[in-house]
């Protein structure tokens, strides 16, 4: 009997590494006696746009590209093209009547269902909404196809928030925590290792919330104790800590681990009271302060990443002011900053005194200034230092350097490494000798351990 012939598959990620996870689940629930995964869109019979809809210009973005590639189904081989994820759980009815192009629509949890609901649209012969509750959640015997590199990978812990902050449209869109077992998380972690993974980043939205949804008594702390235990595993790399949950104990574990990598994560989103009360956060600036200082008295060599939102309902010049302040003085080697966004369904959309844009882009521009001058100066500081580096592979401007990460840098979100002498393989962690930097990269030469 002459074999079918494999539809090629096309799938573009748009957002956070979560929603990254959520498409190679995707991706992995696709039989590959059916179908053949391809890069190349103008190849594809069915192109994929997982989406993402947190803020504005997240949502411009999905649109933006879903547009794009129906495009493909005008002047190519396209014969499906299917949005998942998070703007179709939020706006179903809305994309169903803007977006006519769009064969299938699905949610946040439907990931699993993907060849069923590509039979179903095919027999149909019209466009197809399936956007189930938000409560799906994988594990280690779930499919799953990694995109990343061979060397380092996203395993999510959690899914979903409870902590329902006043700007936030996540809970819509993902529902309520819900944590993965010890024993699942450990498992599939032992599987990347074996595959020859040698970073794992551990994501949730909220990850120092671990396992207080389950009865289990699991904590980040216990998952951390078991993960650590994989001799093979180099780097152990935490992300996304919300600060009210950063415990004296897990702060001593990153200190006493060495395969914890002594970076961490914290969106701290502002620092004034009263907005952080606003935003219905659960600390406040005098917290911030203790916590910071605690991680940086017991942590060596410690890299924080934090996050802030300026132009929040009814931000003062005063209390920019002192979020600028605490930014100068100098305590983070990373800050992304983010416009707020006016996102309907949320507590803080409602709120009198919504910041003109003007105001927002002014204060952006100031806080981004602020963070580069720090960010240069903390870079500075390593010049010949010896650094654990990720070799990556060459340059993007020339072959005749090799890039890779800092173990104080994480993918993606933080810059890179050049290395200007010495040679090594992908995937092959060197010592570096830091020898100049810029405001976000490292530049440096592989030196023979002793």
């Not at 794992?200 to 909220?206: C, R």
């Not at 132009?311 to 100068?328: A, C, I, K, Y």
């Not at 844009?357 to 602020?370: D, F, G």
């Not at 040679?423 to 810029?438: C, K, P, Q």
């Amino acid at each position: 009997m002459k074999a079918l012939k494999k539809e090629k598959v096309s799938l573009v990620s748009l957002g956070c590494p979560k929603n990254l996870v959520d498409a190679e689940v995707m991706l992995g629930h696709l039989p590959a006696d059916r179908f053949e995964i391809v890069t190349d869109e103008s190849q594809a019979d069915i192109i994929i746009v997982n989406t993402c809809a947190f803020i504005h210009d997240a949502k411009e973005e999905s649109i933006e590209t879903i547009l794009e590639v129906a495009d493909y189904k005008k002047e190519g081989r396209c014969r499906l093209l299917v949005v998942s994820g998070c703007l179709p759980q939020r706006y179903q009815e809305e994309l169903a009547a803007e977006l006519p192009e769009v064969d299938l629509f699905m949610g946040t949890a439907d990931a699993a269902r993907i060849v069923e609901l590509i039979e179903a649209r095919s027999a149909a012969k019209e466009p197809l909404y399936a956007v189930s509750a938000p409560d799906f959640l994988y594990d280690h015997l779930t499919p799953r196809v990694t995109s990343s590199p061979f060397y380092s990978t996203y395993v999510k812990i959690a899914e979903g928030c409870a902590n329902y902050c006043s700007y936030c449209v996540i809970p819509q869109l993902r529902g309520t925590l819900r944590s993965r077992s010890i024993d699942s998380v450990v498992s599939e972690v032992r599987r990347l290792v074996a595959s020859g993974v040698k970073e794992i980043n551990l994501i949730a939205q909220d990850i120092t919330a671990y396992g207080t949804d389950r009865d289990d008594g699991a904590r980040l702390e216990d998952l951390l104790r078991e993960l650590v235990k994989i001799e093979e595993l180099p780097w152990l790399r935490l992300l996304y800590a919300y600060p009210d949950g950063v415990s004296d104990e897990l702060i001593d574990l990153i200190a006493a681990e060495e395969k914890i990598c002594n970076y961490l994560d914290i969106p701290l989103q502002h620092f004034d009271d009263r907005i952080l009360g606003l935003m219905n956060r659960r600390i406040d600036s005098a917290g911030i302060r203790r916590l910071v200082d605690r991680m940086r008295q017991c942590i060596p060599d410690l890299t924080l990443r934090t996050s802030f939102i300026v132009g929040f309902p009814g931000e003062t010049e005063e209390e920019f002011q002192r979020l600028l302040d605490f930014v100068n003085e100098g305590h983070f080697e990373r800050v992304g900053v983010f416009r707020y966004s006016r996102e309907e369904g949320t507590a803080a959309a409602a709120m009198e005194e919504q910041v003109p844009e003007r105001t927002k882009n002014a204060r952006y521009n100031k806080l981004m200034k602020a963070q580069s001058r720090v960010s240069f100066r903390k870079n500075r500081a390593l010049k010949g230092r010896v650094e654990p580096v990720l070799v990556e592979g060459y340059s993007e401007e020339t072959e005749l350097l090799l890039r890779g990460r800092s173990i104080r840098q994480a993918p993606d979100i933080d810059g890179q490494v050049y290395i200007t002498a010495g040679y090594a393989e992908v995937g092959d962690i060197v010592s570096l000798r830091i020898t100049d930097s810029s405001e976000y990269d490292l530049i440096g030469e592989i030196v023979e351990e002793e």
